[in-house]
């Protein structure tokens, strides 16, 4: 019987004591493995290109580059990392800032450590992760921003519509076509003209606003 791969995962965060306790957590799951933690953004960047981890925890508040310029630059360097914002910020601004660079997740550093530990193994399956007391600010958010550029579903094909559930369900390409019986490739393609049609820079961000639409199947 084969033994699961274990994810890897890198902390990009400087504070020492907060890094310390997230790779004490991770150590508790047996479906993570911490292979690198890095104090700075540049750092971090630099770590990720090295070793390219399947889930990367980034915190948004650095001196140097800032977790959002990190966010942007791991992003144009091409990474298949999922990307897990770690935070004290729960300003709606940071918040959209980061779903629009491009996080899969956004998570407050005062979360219980189980509570938090659970939703970075989420994160690490695939799945859409905010902080709960967080989802009805960007729901909010989206929805002003969708009242005026007169958003709307009528714009989408069915197949679309059917994989923008799937989004707002939190499922990954992958499981969006064994789901569908289509091919991953045909997902993405899908996936990059409904955010182009609904004016959304990121697949969560489109995925909230589903959510908000009640369009999970």
């Given amino acids: 019987m084969n033994t699961p791969a274990l994810s890897t995962v890198i902390i990009i965060d400087d504070h020492p004591l907060f890094r310390k306790g997230v790779s004490q957590l991770i150590a508790l799951n047996d479906e993570l493995h911490l292979i690198g933690e890095a104090s700075s953004g540049e750092e971090g960047l630099?770590?990720?290109?090295?070793?390219e981890p399947d889930l990367i925890l980034l915190d948004l508040n650095m001196k140097g580059m800032n977790?959002?310029?990190?966010?942007?630059?791991?992003?144009e360097a091409d990474l298949a990392a999922r990307i897990?914002?770690?935070?004290?910020?729960?300003?709606?601004?940071d918040l959209v800032a980061a779903i629009r660079a491009g996080a899969d997740g956004y998570l407050l550093k005062d979360m219980e450590p189980e509570e938090l530990l659970d939703r970075i193994v989420e994160a690490q399956r695939g799945r859409i992760v905010i902080s709960e007391s967080l989802n009805g600010l960007l729901a909010r958010s989206l929805r002003n921003e969708a009242q005026a550029a007169e958003r709307s579903l009528a714009h989408l094909t069915e197949r679309e519509k059917d994989i923008l559930g799937c989004l707002a369900s939190g499922l990954s390409n992958k499981l969006i076509a064994r789901d569908l019986n289509i091919a991953e490739g045909t997902v993405k393609v899908h996936i990059k003209n409904l955010l182009k049609k609904l004016k959304f820079r990121?697949?969560?961000?489109?995925?909230?606003?589903?959510?908000?639409?009640?369009?999970?199947?």
């Avoid at 977790?67 to 791991?74: F, N, S």
């Avoid at 897990?84 to 601004?93: H, K, M, P, R």
């Avoid at 961000?205 to 908000?212: G, L, N, R, S």
């Fill in 67 to 75: 977790g959002i310029e990190t966010l942007r630059a791991l992003r």
């Fill in 84 to 93: 897990l914002i770690l935070t004290v910020s729960d300003a709606a601004d």
């Fill in 46 to 51: 630099e770590l990720a290109k090295a070793l």
């Fill in 202 to 217: 990121s697949r969560l961000e489109a995925a909230v606003w589903a959510i908000d639409q009640n369009l999970r199947p």
